[in-house]
T-cell receptor
Framework: AQSVTQLDSHVSVSEGTPVLLRCNYS??????LFWYVQHPNKGLQLLLK??????LVKGINGFEAEFKKSETSFHLTKPSAHMSDAAEYFC?????????????FGRGTSLIVHP | DGGITQSPKYLFRKEGQNVTLSCEQN?????MYWYRQDPGQGLRLIYY???????QKGDIAEGYSVSREKKESFPLTVTSAQKNPTAFYLC?????????????FGQGTRLTVV
């Protein structure tokens, strides 16, 4: 069975400082992993995805994530936060075959950016 | 433009009434999903469909029903049996081609029971 744990419900940073959003996963198969961002009352936008190629994945808006199999982690980082990064972030795992590639979501991390 | 359209954006329902949320996609995606979002709980899967005329229950299907008569459409009905229906509902679709296939999301419907 697949599952995702986002280790922080809220992360608060100052503008211009680094961002770290932590995600651990559990999967019986080689998983695909994703990070999505959601702004208030909006749908979800894909930031990046890991599918077994390079372990360091670069996404949109300067975000990147590193897949670490030994730690079952897929943490999201950004070198310098911007006010527009304030949003809810979701780590997602999908696997097959019983998982049927159905996306399973973590509970989300709210990123707060202070001026 | 290709995408997923959910309607309406806001919906108010009286207790005891059924209500149907619309989800249409023109991405030619095989799979479609309905998720419910509550604060602090992430997205929880209600129903999903990987092919026309077939659908499966997700983790929280009780009090909900769906149909998949056309590839483009996957409406969700919130029945009076759903005890706490007030939530944000998100529809998604994907190609369902296996590993690495990401889901695309609509803008959501906020349902409020009054």
């Amino acid at each position: 069975a697949q599952s995702v744990t986002q280790l922080d419900s809220h992360v608060s940073v100052s503008e211009g400082t680094p961002v770290l959003l932590r995600c651990n996963y559990s999967s019986s198969y080689s998983p695909s992993l994703f990070w999505y961002v959601q702004h208030p009352n909006k749908g979800l936008q894909l930031l990046l995805k890991y599918t077994s190629a390079a372990t360091l994945v670069k996404g949109i808006n300067g975000f990147e994530a590193e897949f670490k199999k030994s730690e079952t982690s897929f943490h999201l980082t950004k070198p310098s936060a911007h006010m527009s990064d304030a949003a809810e972030y979701f780590c997602v795992v999908s696997e097959g075959p019983r998982g049927s590639y159905i996306p399973t979501f973590g509970r989300g991390t709210s990123l707060i950016v202070h001026p | 433009d290709g995408g997923i359209t959910q309607s309406p954006k806001y919906l108010f329902r009286k207790e005891g009434q059924n209500v149907t949320l619309s989800c249409e996609q023109n991405l030619n995606h095989d799979a479609m999903y309905w998720y419910r979002q509550d604060p602090g709980q992430g997205l929880r899967l209600i129903y999903y469909s990987q092919i026309v005329n077939d659908f499966q229950k997700g983790d929280i299907a009780e009090g909900y029903s769906v149909s998949r008569e056309k590839k483009e459409s996957f409406p969700l009905t919130v029945t009076s049996a759903q005890k706490n229906p007030t939530a944000f509902y998100l529809c998604a679709s994907s190609l369902h081609r296996g590993r690495g296939t990401e889901a695309f999301f609509g803008q959501g419907t906020r349902l409020t029971v009054v």
